[in-house]
């Protein structure tokens, strides 16, 4: 029964969302500082660069975690740092539409 209702994530998939929530606060974190400081087009452009490659990457991440959140407590962790992620992604996009609306 336990067998049944435990179904840990693959380690290989927990190192690879590890590695990528790593590097998308730091992405995140930095594009949200330059478009903070953003009086210059050069700035802003490498903001949404690092935007862009952290949104891409964020799909295939919850899909590797999704389907052992409720099975797994490490998996559970990850998809509780994927759910910070998501709120600093708004925070990116929300400054972006204050940009853009200057």
Known sequence: MMRETFKPMPSSDREA???YIERAMEQLDTAYRELSS???LRSIMD???RFRRVVAEFQDAINK???YATTDTEAAKLAVKLGMIAYAIQ???QRLAEIQAA
Request: glycine share 0%; hydrophobic share 45%.
């Open 47 to 49: 903001a949404i660069q």
């Open 38 to 40: 953003a009086d210059q």
């Open 91 to 93: 925070l990116v996009q």
């Open 17 to 19: 969302v590890e590695r």
């Open 65 to 67: 975690v999704q389907p």
